[in-house]
């Protein structure tokens, strides 16, 4: 499509230096026409001079010839001057007319050669219209054209830049090392914390016990001395003592379960975390197999390309 846009532009170039051509050759022969119509112009009114003057010498040879009678010889001398002249003046008005007549046919004959050459102006003028609505058409079919590359072109941009934010394989596998040391810090930064919550809430139950164990060693030892004044209190006193003891026996004993059930979730997670620990080893490895491979065969392709060239 551009070499043919190219072959007709070339085309509408070499019409337009004919036109001008032929505007410049249409401009000299109307010209030249003007100048021939001002010379048969200036050409008539010298004729139409000479007419005067041979009317003007007619009227005097008249003139003259009724005054002959009445002259002498030096007069009629002088008056068959004048006759000659007069004849010259005749024959000469003879050749200039003859000569009008020849440059009018020549230029009548020129008149009529610049009318065929307009006419033909006209056919080329036509044509050369016709040839400007084609540029024309032409040219907005260039403009749709260029219109379209540019949006062509402008997509291929957003396009490109769209591939340059897909991150290449170095700055993933960096993405991807950064990541796991980020995942590193705040999975130790976790288990610091909570920690600091286990050990703070293991504190806060044992400040519990010992609240209550010394509350129950004061309750004791307030009422001691009250509990032994008497048979009966002493009896009351020892069956409080036996429902607190039995109380903090089943207290154990509730601890003791819960103590092996937190074993058992130990014991469990712990083998999850060795199976994720497996995971993460055979992961690290295909990623290495993986990089291998990819460094492979970017070698394989090229090598590929280096052959082609």
């Known amino acids: 499509k551009l070499g043919a846009t190219q072959q007709h532009r070339r085309k509408i170039t070499s019409l337009n230096k004919q036109i001008l051509q032929k505007t410049k050759l249409l401009d000299q022969l109307q010209a030249k026409s003007s100048d021939l119509h001002e010379e048969c112009a200036e050409s008539k009114k010298k004729l139409t001079e000479i007419f005067g003057l041979r009317e003007k010498l007619d009227s005097e040879l008249a003139a003259l010839e009724t005054v002959e009678s009445q002259a002498d010889s030096s007069i009629l001398q002088n008056l068959r001057a004048l006759v000659s002249m007069n004849e010259n003046l005749k024959s000469q008005e003879q050749e200039f007319r003859s000569h009008c007549r020849e440059e009018m046919a020549r230029l009548q004959q020129n008149i009529e050669s610049l009318k065929t050459e307009t006419d033909d102006n006209s056919e080329e003028k036509e044509r050369n219209e016709i040839i400007d609505q084609q ?42 090392k950064r990541f796991i040391e ?20 293991t504190l806060d139950d044992k400040k519990i016990y010992l609240e209550k164990e010394v509350n129950l060693l004061n309750s004791i030892h307030d009422n001691f001395q009250q509990a032994m004044a008497s048979s009966g209190t002493r009896e009351q006193f020892l069956r409080q003592m036996e429902q607190i003891v039995e109380g903090i026996k089943q207290n154990r004993m509730k601890m003791e379960k819960k103590k092996q059930e937190n074993k058992m979730r130990r014991d469990q997670l712990n083998d999850e975390y060795l199976e994720l620990l497996e995971k993460q080893r055979l992961y690290f490895k295909t990623v290495k197999e993986f990089k291998e491979e990819c460094r492979k065969n970017e070698m394989l392709l090229s090598k590929m390309k280096a052959r082609a060239l």
């Open 135 to 176: 540029y024309k058409i032409e040219k907005e079919k260039l403009q749709k054209i260029r219109l379209l590359l540019a949006r062509r072109n402008r997509e291929i941009a957003i396009l490109n830049r769209k591939i340059d934010e897909v991150p290449s394989r170095a700055e993933l596998t960096q993405y991807q």
């Open 182 to 201: 980020l995942y590193g810090q705040v999975s130790a930064t976790h288990k610091e914390t909570k920690q600091f919550f286990t050990l703070y809430n």
